[in-house]
């Protein structure tokens, strides 16, 4: 019987199951096997995927994050705040500033903690990619700002980010009663993103406020997504509802996170916290 010991942690509200690699490699098939059976909320410990922590030559620590359904996704930055909060509550990595490589490259993160313990976490997401190629779309174009665009879902005016994986961003008049679970996995899979996209439903508030719930590629609807975060900040500067350089809250299902958007890159401001530990046996 194997007995692997993981960690419980979730940034306003999205939960990972994390699981210690660094003297234990995986491969990737065993990481999303693991992930499509510990993501399981009925039959096992629960989450919105697995992120395996593993050593790094370039950063302090590696991270590689599973979807629930077996997916790997390239970056998540509410998973990213609480493998900091790993390394520096649990691996004693007692920095200031602790980097983390991932597939969208190494992500530095400053540090807030109190009592010895980390309780949130600015990371440093990088710039936005906005050519539509890159997302990847099947759109063209060096920006999709606002453009009406027909998909399985309907005729919706789009703006596409990628934060290190895809995001399709659409503004609505009401977030907390739009039919998220219809929409979203129609764009999800839609015929112009040849890798799924993420999909953020925004509702502007004010320059400075804007509501949200996002459909995540591989997930569903989770109670939050970092990097959906910054894309819908980042769209409503391109779309001329926010201002750039300008601290934007950004209010999700499960909390806020705090998004700014300067001349070459985007910070993400949030919380961080240890739900609980424990071992698995197969």
Not at 9 to 26: F, P, Q, S, T
Not at 54 to 66: N, Q, T
Not at 175 to 185: E, I
Not at 228 to 237: D, K, Q
Request: hydrophobic residues 40%; negative net charge.
């Amino acid at each position: 019987m194997e007995e692997i010991e993981f960690y419980k942690y979730e940034g306003c509200g999205n939960d990972y199951v994390y699981i210690d690699c660094m003297r234990d490699a995986k491969s990737a098939a065993e990481m999303a096997a693991l992930a499509r059976r510990l993501s399981d909320r009925h039959f096992s410990v629960g989450g919105d995927g697995v992120v395996f922590i593993e050593s790094s030559s370039v950063a302090d620590a590696k991270m590689r994050m599973f979807n629930a359904d077996g997916s790997e996704g390239r970056m998540c930055g509410n998973a990213i705040r609480c493998v900091a909060k790993y390394l520096y509550d649990h691996k004693d990595v007692k920095k200031d500033e602790i980097a983390v490589d991932t597939l969208s490259g190494v992500k530095r993160m400053k540090i807030e903690a109190q009592g010895g313990a980390l309780v949130s976490a600015r990371v440093d997401m990088g710039a936005p990619i906005l050519d539509a190629a890159k997302i990847p779309s099947r759109l063209t174009g060096e920006r999709v700002a606002g453009q009406k665009t027909e998909l399985a879902a309907g005729t919706y005016a789009v703006t596409l980010v990628s934060m290190g994986n895809p995001h399709c961003v659409i503004f609505v008049d009401d977030a907390a009663a739009y039919p998220v679970a219809v929409t979203g996995p129609l764009i999800e899979k839609d015929r112009l993103f040849p890798e799924g996209v993420n999909t953020e439903f925004v509702q502007f508030v004010d320059r400075t406020h804007l509501k949200m719930r996002v459909w995540e590629r591989g997930s569903g609807e989770t109670m939050a997504c970092g990097t959906g975060a910054c894309a819908a900040v980042v769209a409503a500067v391109l779309n001329g509802l926010c201002e750039r350089g300008a601290d934007v809250d950004v209010a999700l299902r499960g909390g806020t996170l705090t998004v700014r958007y300067d001349a070459q890159t985007v910070y993400m401001t949030g919380p961080a916290r240890e739900a609980f530990c424990g071992t698995v046996r197969f």
